[in-house]
């Protein structure tokens, strides 16, 4: 990540306020149509199946992590995804409900270190690591728009 992204003054207020180890959080999310691998049959001959798909279990992963970060943000600020290793060893079905847990494990510099895994009813489904980053929010508007020669 670039360090100049980071606001100098805001990531070392917000670094004195930490998280206990082990602090862990979960939300509980039922597999809806939207959630679906085959939502990403988009070309002709393309065939994903009818189970949770990778990217919107990791979408709820990140989710419960930025759960933990959530009450240590200050105004204007917000946590942002930098980094996610991830293995979904099994599928659920749709109308399957499943728990998505974060459990931060320490800092590397300004990112806030995660364990993710998730559940359902017939057990582990998948696990991870996750690092999040606190920002300030129109810094990531600013730098998005700047990557296309647009002005936010």
């Known amino acids: 990540m670039n360090p100049n ?4 003054i805001s990531t070392l207020i917000f670094s004195m306020t930490t998280l206990g180890k082990g602090f862990t959080t979960s939300l509980t999310v039922t597999v809806t149509e939207e959630h679906l691998a085959s939502r990403l ?3 002709a001959g393309e065939r994903f199946p009818n189970v949770l798909s990778t990217p919107w279990l990791i979408a709820h992963l990140e989710r419960a992590a930025a759960k933990a970060l ?3 943000l200050q105004d204007g600020q917000l946590s942002v995804g930098s ?6 060893f099994a599928p659920t079905p749709l109308g399957a409900t499943f728990t998505a847990y974060a459990k931060f494990t320490g800092m590397e510099g300004p990112l806030y270190l995660f364990d993710l895994w998730a559940e359902d009813a017939g057990g582990a489904i998948g696990k991870g690591t996750h690092a999040r980053a606190v920002v300030p929010g129109v810094a990531v508007e600013k730098r998005a728009a700047k990557r296309l020669g647009q002005t936010a």
């Open 5 to 8: 992204f980071l606001n100098p």
């Open 41 to 43: 049959d988009i070309d």
């Open 70 to 72: 959530h009450p240590l």
């Open 83 to 88: 980094r996610v290793v991830f293995d979904h």
